[in-house]
């Protein structure tokens, strides 16, 4: 379900564009927002990194690409305990350097999330006259047997609300390290 209550016209117009998911029947769908105090720029190089989601995601151990980073390209993530996974098998579906958006789409692994496709952007804002980042994430997803839509979305959305805290978390760690003066060592 897409709930935009509360969302900006910058924020709706986004999504519209770029992060149009039609559900079927058994599936479930809906997006997240987030603004990070960090560039664009910055938020991106760690987005885009299909090869190395454990940058930021938490719940991710280790992740392995086969061959180059490309359009159709697979990765092997090993999830850490304390989720109902081991692994995910996922594929590049898009990446896009100009517009800022990475599609992926899991293709296998042991965990529930069946059909599971997500769309993330950035763009750029200003919070408080600095340059900041509003990142959009959306997904579609089977419902497993035995749940309900809500439950399987409120499921996923915690995840990725996870996820988006702790890219909100490294990048303006990072941001601040860029801010810094150059210290003289002696």
């Known amino acids: 379900m897409m709930n935009a209550n509360g969302f900006s016209g910058v924020e709706k117009e986004y999504t519209r564009k770029h992060h149009l998911h039609e559900p079927a029947e058994n599936q479930c769908s809906s997006f997240l927002v987030k603004h990070i105090r960090a560039p664009v720029h910055l938020v991106w190089s760690l987005v885009r990194r299909f090869d190395q989601p ?4 938490p719940f991710v ?5 086969q061959g180059d980073l490309e359009i159709g390209s697979l990765r092997e993530v090993d999830v850490k305990s304390g989720l ?4 995910s098998t996922e594929r590049l579906e898009l990446l896009d350097d100009e517009e800022h958006i990475l599609s992926v789409r899991i293709v296998g692994g042991d965990h529930r999330l069946r059909n599971y496709s997500s769309i993330i952007s950035v763009h750029p804002e200003v919070i408080d006259g600095r340059p900041g980042t509003l990142v ?3 997904f579609v997803v089977d419902v497993p047997e035995g749940n309900t839509k809500d439950e399987t979305c409120y499921f996923v959305e915690a995840l990725i609300n996870c996820n988006l805290k702790s890219l909100a978390d490294v990048s303006e760690r990072l ?9 003289d060592h002696v």
């Open 84 to 87: 109902p996974a081991t692994t």
């Open 61 to 65: 151990s280790r992740c392995i690409v």
């Open 54 to 57: 454990q940058k930021y995601k």
């Open 175 to 183: 941001a601040v390290q860029d801010r810094t003066e150059p210290i």
């Open 136 to 138: 959009i994430e959306s």
